[in-house]
């Protein structure tokens, strides 16, 4: 008989409270040899999506794996596949090898600072059109946490949640080395949260000075 999905348990996993990923990289879940992104945990359960590919998945399935939590710390887990969707998995809970309160709370606290600091950092939005130069830049905006910029036309988008690295090019003689992992991908358009320390203070004078020589940010 198909579990219902309004059962106790899965009642009991929305009530919890929990650390949410949004408009930032997920957790990791390593599930049964699959890198998962991690979209939300609590004590009660956590959601996988997209459901990895490759093989299939049934709901009351017993799963195992290892989480990294984005605050540091590293949890094995075992778990029951409590639902099935478009979006991917929700897991519950199959004994004592789960995150505890604590834990998760640690986890949403870090995820609320981090929220904070980065809506704190100012952004400098960036030209299609480079400076005096001319040179195209596929930027569209930087901060000292994290940058957007628009896919080439035959680009393909990186998975969100993936760890990407590449270059910040300003001339022959200025290249910004920089890396992160793939936030939210809207249209063309790809935001990436960066690595520690993320663009000091000297590198954003310097995109300052690069695509606004006259010293002011067009309207």
Do not use: K
Not at 195 to 208: V, W
């Amino acid at each position: 008989m198909r579990p219902n999905r309004w059962s106790e348990p899965q009642l009991d996993r929305r009530a919890y409270p929990r650390a949410e990923y949004r408009r930032t990289a997920p957790a990791l879940l390593e599930l049964e040899g699959y890198r998962c992104a991690v979209r939300d945990v609590a004590p009660g359960g956590l959601r996988v999506e997209p459901a990895p590919a490759g093989r299939v998945w049934e709901p009351g399935q017993q799963v195992s794996g290892l989480l990294h939590l984005r605050a540091g710390g590293r949890f094995q887990i075992c778990g029951i596949i409590d639902r099935i969707d478009r979006a991917g998995l929700a897991l519950i809970p199959d004994g004592d090898a789960w995150p505890d309160a604590d834990a998760i709370d640690v986890e949403r606290s870090s995820l609320v600072r981090w929220h904070h600091e980065r809506r704190a950092a100012p952004r400098l939005p960036l030209p299609a059109l480079g400076g005096a130069s001319g040179g195209r830049t596929p930027l569209r905006d930087v901060s000292a946490t994290g940058l957007r910029y628009a896919l080439a036309p035959s680009e393909r988008a990186p998975a969100t949640g993936s760890h990407v690295e590449g270059e910040l090019r300003l001339d022959a003689d200025t290249v910004i080395p920089v890396r992160g992992q793939v936030i939210r991908h809207v249209g063309r358009e790809i935001a990436v949260a960066l690595d520690p320390p993320g663009l000091t203070p000297d590198i954003l004078a310097l995109l300052r000075r690069r695509y606004f020589p006259e010293g002011e940010l067009s309207s």
